[in-house]
């Protein structure tokens, strides 16, 4: 990935997973022009709470020194600006909520800042149709124009940060017994963090986060972490139309710093896009996820969790399935 700012700040970042997450940074006191170059090469979907915290301490940390106050283009694979990352929560499921906006994807971006606080970025993303087969007729996306996403953002690192994000899209798609046609897209996603600090609190343990977000638009299924997986951009209609499928998704966590060594994280997310007949009674319709763990920091880069998790699936047709999960991860950040 390429980077282009005006900032005081000189890094190279590179990480052995292969997902640019190290940061060795340098002061400039002349604050030129900079251009770094960052390995980005990401399998999609990979997800883990050291990662999460990377990801954090790599866009808010270093970055933060040189985006508060100065203009920055990002050239490569990276998060859309409708992707919140900071508010992704400190699961050891190694996938997150279903509700969670994953958008990483090869994109043009530029963040213009708004003072100290505030900074609206936008960009330019690859476009990805995911159209849905009906009928049994098979459907394929054509991709003509990018998605355009921006979004408007403020944090404080007292208080926590809050982010309202919009991205727009030209959906195309194509069967051979229906023709093609193309709809268009868009999506409104707000998500934000708050700190808490519990009065009973000795300064030694950390803040409880509490953190929520909610989106909602037409033609978004690819930006879900869950309903990514599936064609739940648009469908065919009766009438041989093309019609953008609304999505909903609502998520919540809490994290409670026990002791300095102790936490634990509850989250609850839930998706549902509205499809059409003649996608079939199969299709992705609701899905819901909860979790709740208990995390000990060993030491500074490694921590071992248990987590409890559900999850509630529905079908098109109504036909629904639940299950129960728990597990143990051990995590150890190399950076």
């Not at 194509?174 to 300064?203: C, E, M, R």
């Not at 966590?253 to 003649?278: A, C, E, I, M, N």
């Not at 979790?291 to 500074?300: A, F, I, K, T, Y």
């Amino acid at each position: 990935m390429l980077r282009f700012c005006e900032h005081s700040v000189q890094r190279w970042e590179h990480d052995q997973r292969q997902q640019g997450r190290a940061d060795e940074s340098a002061d400039d006191d002349h604050g030129e022009r900079t251009l770094n170059f960052r390995s980005d090469a990401v399998r999609k979907r990979q997800r883990n709470q050291t990662q999460h915290r990377d990801q954090r301490r790599h866009q808010h940390g270093a970055q933060a020194k040189e985006a508060a106050s100065h203009d920055c283009l990002v050239i490569g694979q990276t998060f859309s600006p409708f992707e919140d990352p900071d508010i992704w929560p400190d699961t050891v499921d190694y996938e997150g909520p279903n509700s969670m906006i994953f958008a990483r994807f090869p994109l043009v971006r530029y963040k213009l800042p708004l003072g100290e606080s505030w900074a609206l970025n936008a960009g330019l993303t690859q476009p990805d149709t995911q159209a849905s087969d009906v009928d049994g007729a098979t459907a394929s996306g054509i991709n003509h124009t990018p998605d355009f996403a921006f979004n408007l953002r403020g944090e404080s690192a007292d208080l926590g940060h809050v982010q309202l994000s919009t991205v727009f899209r030209d959906l195309s798609a194509q069967s051979a017994t229906l023709g093609k046609d193309s709809v268009f897209g868009w999506g409104l996603n707000i998500a934000g963090t708050l700190n808490i600090k519990l009065p009973w609190k000795t300064d030694d343990v950390k803040a409880d986060v509490l953190g929520g977000q909610f989106t909602y638009g037409e033609g978004l299924g690819r930006y879900g972490n869950d309903s990514g997986f599936f064609p739940t951009d648009a469908a065919f209609d009766s009438n041989g139309d093309l019609k953008a499928l609304p999505y909903y998704g609502a998520f919540g966590s809490y994290t409670h710093q026990w002791l300095p060594s102790w936490r634990s994280t509850g989250t609850f997310g839930w998706v549902k896009v509205d499809g059409l007949t003649t996608q079939g009674p199969d299709a992705y319709h609701q899905t819901q996820y909860a979790s709740g763990n208990l995390v000990w920091q060993l030491r500074e880069r490694l921590s071992v969790g248990f987590e409890l998790l559900y999850g509630n699936n529905q079908k098109e047709s109504g036909a629904s399935g639940h299950v129960f999960r728990n597990q143990v991860g051990v995590a150890y950040s190399i950076f």
